[in-house]
């Protein structure tokens, strides 16, 4: 663990300028996974950037066109437990506290939520060669023991997943993610936010450096009625997804006017395939048309030594999420399997 | 290597207020043991994944080991020792010993603190979401279910 600096920003533009005169310098606000890995002796600001001081990014508001846009500052819980958020968007409520703890819930903010780094216990562990730590010193998790890793969109350097919860909603909901920097603003689809591995495995997101995350968007939608979240692990909460599938269903009666379906836990981003959404559009809300589509979005889907068991479990979960969906009541707290 | 120098932070602490000079990697929970000796806040952990040093930060809960004491400026801090009145227990304190809701008893002050907060949010309805929303808070010894009997009984009494 490194000492470091501790600055006080009082405006966005100053917080940038600040981020911008040293490299190693990270804004800080909830700190429940900066900390983490500054405790692992893995991340070592020169300073940490307090942004708790800057209201601009603490609300959540009504945008123009019907939808929200959550400022990047508020808190997991307070998003979750939002009376808009619950009504309109109450998928992501649900993913939200499937994910963490409620005390850190209470800490951890929406920006920093998405900049979460992947749980791979090589990737915290110094000791031994990591690509995503120490780029080309190799890849223990390929060939080592990878219950936990990729099943999708990985590459032969890396093959980490992705640990949100809250992500994997926000995939599904085609969030827009409202960034700042020195180059000045941006709108980012959250489709293009988070990456695949590829040759660069270091590389989460596709913020550019000293870039601050100020709000994000969540466009109006007709996904209120019909959702789920069901997350699958190895203890019944407080535990990361080996499996968690998002689901939201617009209906006409029996018909699907339109679906969405985000997996977390199987890739380096939350994963969608829209040909499988496609393919749900026009027809029957039933089991046989959402195991077909979970072939399509499992198009691809290599395990390794010890996770191919990931495989077949995503394509049960995409099911039973999307009759769970057909009636969220059947849900249990903390995205549990209905009883 | 020159290190930036330690600042004056203030807070309250059940209720008294303290101005400590502090560098900015000192976590709340250290500030807490190490400067205020308030030691009924436990390290388990010291990585977000436990519970025990779960305090109360202007009536939340938070984990004491995640928070730099720097960004508390201003803030008050309830702990364990914080809790009573006088010599009469908080009644989770003493549902806590009426039910035997511990073992050795290092989480016990982690799961008090939390369970406080719990039950100011109000969103537990029932003890599966009780079970729920205090899972971030482990217990080693496996005192799991009279933890939650004496919530329970606190949280019914409440209602």
């Known amino acids: ?339 | 290597m020159s290190y930036p120098a330690a600042r004056p932070v203030t807070f309250s602490v059940n209720g008294v207020s303290h101005t400590l000079s502090l560098a900015p990697w000192v976590t709340l929970l250290d500030a807490l043991r190490e400067r205020l000796r308030l030691t009924g806040t436990k390290k388990g952990c010291d990585h977000g994944q436990c519970g025990a040093c779960t305090v109360l930060c202007n009536d939340q809960r938070i984990l004491s080991c995640m928070t730099l004491a720097v960004m508390k400026q201003g803030a008050a801090i309830t702990t364990i020792e914080g809790i009573a009145t006088g010599d009469t227990l908080h009644p989770l304190q003493q549902a806590f010993i009426d039910h035997d809701a511990f073992q050795c008893g290092y989480c016990t002050p982690g799961q008090i603190c939390s369970a406080i907060g719990m039950l100011r949010e109000g969103k537990a309805r029932t003890r599966t979401e009780v079970k729920e929303l205090m899972s971030g808070n482990l217990c080693r010894c496996g005192a799991n279910k009279t933890i939650i009997d004496a919530i329970m009984e606190v949280k019914e009494s409440y209602e």
Request: charged share 15%; with cysteine; proline share 6%.
């Open chain 1, 1 to 339: 663990m490194n000492n470091f600096d501790y600055l006080q920003p009082q405006s966005v533009s100053e917080a940038v300028d600040q981020a911008g005169t040293n490299d190693s310098n990270r804004f800080i606000a909830g700190g429940t996974n900066l900390l983490d890995l500054w405790k692992y002796d893995l991340l070592h600001p020169a300073a940490l950037i307090d942004i708790n001081q800057l209201p601009a990014l603490n609300s959540i508001t009504e945008t123009a066109e019907g939808g929200l846009r959550l400022g990047a500052l508020c808190t997991n819980a307070a998003t979750a437990y939002h009376p808009l958020v619950e009504e309109r968007y109450p998928l992501l409520s649900k993913a939200i506290l499937a994910g963490a703890s409620a005390q850190i819930r209470n800490m951890a903010t929406n920006g920093g939520n998405l900049l979460q780094r992947t749980r791979c216990y090589y990737f915290y562990d110094p000791a031994v060669p990591c690509n995503k730590r120490n780029p080309g010193s190799g890849c223990p998790a390929i060939g080592g023991y990878n219950r936990m890793h990729a099943i999708l969109g990985a590459s032969d350097q890396c093959i980490a997943v992705f640990p949100s919860d809250m992500c994997v909603a926000l995939a599904a909901l085609n969030a827009v993610v409202l960034v700042t920097g020195q180059q000045g603003d941006r709108s980012i689809p959250f489709a293009d936010f988070h990456r695949l591995p590829g040759d660069q495995p270091a590389l989460d997101n596709t913020l550019l450096p000293g870039e601050l995350i100020t709000a994000i968007d969540l466009p109006p939608n007709r996904f209120a009625t019909n959702y789920s979240y069901l997350k699958l692990r190895d203890r019944h909460s407080y535990a990361f997804a080996l499996v968690s599938v998002a689901t939201a269903l617009d209906l006409d009666g029996d018909t699907i006017r339109e679906a969405r379906i985000a997996l977390g836990g199987v890739a380096h981003k939350p994963w969608r395939n829209e040909l499988a959404e496609q393919f749900l559009q026009g027809k029957a809300a039933i089991e046989a048309n959402f195991a077909a589509a979970a072939d399509i979005l499992l198009q691809g889907a290599q395990g390794y030594q010890h996770n191919g068991f990931k495989i077949p479990l995503a394509k049960k979960a995409i099911i039973r999420n999307s009759l769970m969906a057909l009636d969220p009541a059947s849900q249990l707290p903390g995205a549990q399997p209905s009883a």
